[in-house]
């Protein structure tokens, strides 16, 4: 007989805290309840503009896509060049101006003016003084003096072309140069895109998703509320970031504007700076929406 | 009989005041509401992936559709005979067809002058002097096409004898030019790599923001459940990898802080004596110049770097 007997037991424990508390408790949690009422609709993302950076980069309308790839730019400018080609172009182009015979030959007029006023009469009349104008001595003097034209016209046009020769060679490397900095300069900006792409289309989503979850946002402060306490919890870590002071946001900003800004002008002059001081302001500002 | 009886099975529930659960279930009524409203409205449902290699390759072309780094390397680099170059080259240079024209061109500029000019000057002093049928003229006018063979001759050999600096200076130039042309390959592939890893990340995490919104939008409610036992959700992220920050710090970050590999090709006046150049990295005139504004573009944004780190 007898024996135990399983039975169920039921034992609530309500936790209770002083009454002042549980009254100030109880205002707190309405306080915030009506608060919450009042913001919970007033979305602040909601006018967020996302950030059109691929309109930025090129043009309304178009995508990194539509333009050459990278391999196309570096196939046409480099593994591809014809360096051979590019020498025989510049060699002929800067051996051939029309404005070095047009040079050489207003030097030789210059010259012709002397021989005719000068040179042949004073030579004309120093024969007849002799007499040997009719001599055979006469007409080979006067075919040395053509002679002697010949030659000098020979030199100024070789000296002209002669000095040509250093700046085809300057023109040719300075092409071959010009060829690896036009890939260079792709790459840079396709760098600054990529890295762009990444900061900003996290913003844009990072913002979209901050509007979509705001009533969640809102709630999470009251929940906080409910067990005010307990020791150790408090409002969302939000509340508690350090912010950076106005000066360090617009002096980081300017930071990055200008180092984007030389970088750029290194790549392409003073409308890569441009691009680049705009890409440069665009990444300071992602930097600072992600701190 | 006898026997051990089981311990009792007991249940605890565990109340807070009245006021607390009151505002408690009407919280929890808020926060269901509010998941209702955005647990199906995910914000990253409509994005699209950054496309990587349509940008490098061209459309349907994929890295290996281009030839390997070695390849390049081989073609370019280690399989040239440097010899069959410098020989390439020399004749390219001095005995080329726009050389051999130039020399054409030069003796076609003396003939102009001496037939528009020299011989009809001598022509007409001759004729008023009756000797136009004379031996004499005859050697004058061959004195003057002597002279002109003479220095179309030296012309030509002048010409090529300064040109034959010139040959070995564009050998050196098209063996930078290929070592160039295997640098910027490999740049080239170390850019899409770091672009390809860091977009890739970002794509792959909106991906799963996507998919795990829904316990991103969840997790409050979590919390919200847990409130008064303590449950924490001070996060206010989406759930799935957070990009940004890794990407200003990754791999394409460290890429556009580094310049290309390689330094512009110098002519032979940047390296001073023709036959002496000597080829490598660093700047001609003009890039050193390109450098210093980069130089100082650097150290004016690091300057204001380090004003808004102290201004924090």
């Known amino acids: ?291 | 009989m006898g026997g051990g009886g089981s311990e009792p099975y007991t249940w605890s529930e565990i109340r807070y005041a009245g006021y607390i659960e009151a505002r408690h279930s009407d919280f929890l009524r808020s926060v269901y509401s509010a998941r209702i409203g955005a647990i199906s409205n995910s914000p990253f449902a409509n994005y699209t992936d950054i496309e990587v290699d349509n940008a490098f390759f061209g459309a349907g072309y994929t890295i290996s559709s281009f030839p390997s780094l070695y390849d390049m390397y081989g073609k370019f680099m280690a399989g040239l005979d440097i010899e069959a170059l410098w020989t390439q080259e020399y004749n390219d240079t001095i005995d080329s067809s726009v050389v051999n024209d130039l020399i054409a061109a030069e003796g076609a500029l003396i003939d102009d002058e001496i037939e528009t000019t020299s011989i009809p000057r001598l022509q007409t002093g001759m004729r008023d002097l009756n000797s136009v049928m004379s031996s004499s003229f005859v050697v004058g006018k061959s004195l003057i096409e002597d002279t002109r063979t003479k220095m179309v001759a030296k012309f030509s050999a002048d010409l090529k004898y300064r040109l034959i600096p010139v040959a070995q200076s564009r050998w050196q130039t098209h063996l930078d030019w290929n070592k160039q042309v295997v640098s910027i390959y490999a740049e080239a592939m170390k850019l899409y790599f770091s672009a390809k890893t860091d977009i890739d990340e970002v794509n792959y995490a909106m991906a799963a923001k996507n998919i795990l919104w829904p316990f991103t939008v969840l997790d409050f409610e979590r919390a919200a459940l847990g409130a008064l036992q303590g449950a924490t959700n001070s996060k206010t992220d989406v759930a799935g990898a957070s990009t940004a920050s890794r990407v200003l710090s990754g791999a394409l970050s460290g890429a556009a802080m580094g310049a290309m590999v390689g330094g512009a090709i110098k002519t032979s006046s940047d390296v001073g004596s023709l036959g002496s150049a000597v080829y490598g990295t660093g700047a001609n005139a003009a890039n050193v110049v390109g450098y210093s504004y980069a130089g100082v573009g650097a150290g004016v944004g690091a300057l204001l770097g380090i004003a808004a780190a102290a201004t924090y």
């Open chain 1, 1 to 291: 007989m007898g024996g135990g007997n399983s039975t169920s037991a039921w034992r609530s424990h309500e936790q209770r805290f002083a009454p002042y508390i549980e009254n100030r408790h109880a205002d707190l949690i309405n306080t915030t309840a009506a608060y919450r009422a009042s913001i919970i609709a007033e979305y602040p993302y909601a006018d967020y503009v996302d950030q059109n950076f691929n309109e930025v980069f090129f043009g309304v309308g178009y995508a990194i896509a539509d333009f050459p790839s990278l391999y196309d730019m570096y196939g046409k400018f480099m593994a591809g060049f014809d360096v051979e080609s590019l020498w025989n172009k510049n060699f002929s182009t800067a051996t051939t101006l029309e404005e070095l015979d047009e040079k050489t030959r207003k030097v030789i007029v210059d010259k012709d003016e002397n021989l005719i006023h000068e040179t042949l009469p004073e030579f004309k009349l120093k024969m007849r003084e002799l007499g040997a104008v009719n001599c055979s001595s006469f007409i080979i003097g006067k075919a040395q003096i053509e002679s002697n034209r010949t030659k000098i016209l020979s030199t100024i046009s070789a000296d002209t072309k002669f000095k040509m020769l250093k700046e085809a060679e300057n023109k040719f490397v300075k092409e071959l140069n010009w060829n690896q900095d036009v890939i260079k300069g792709y790459s840079e900006m396709m760098k600054f895109y990529y890295m762009t792409a990444a900061t900003v289309t996290d913003a844009n989503y990072t913002f979209a998703a901050k509007n979509v979850l705001w009533p969640m946002e809102v709630l999470d402060f009251e929940r906080s509320v409910f067990n005010a306490m307990k020791p150790g919890l408090g409002f969302p870590k939000t509340y508690l970031q350090r912010e950076r002071s106005t000066v360090s946001k617009v002096l980081s900003v300017s930071s990055d504007t200008v180092t984007g800004a030389f970088v750029g002008g290194t790549v392409g002059n003073w409308p890569g700076a441009i691009v680049g001081g705009v890409i440069g302001a665009v990444v300071g500002i992602a930097k600072l929406m992600f701190e």
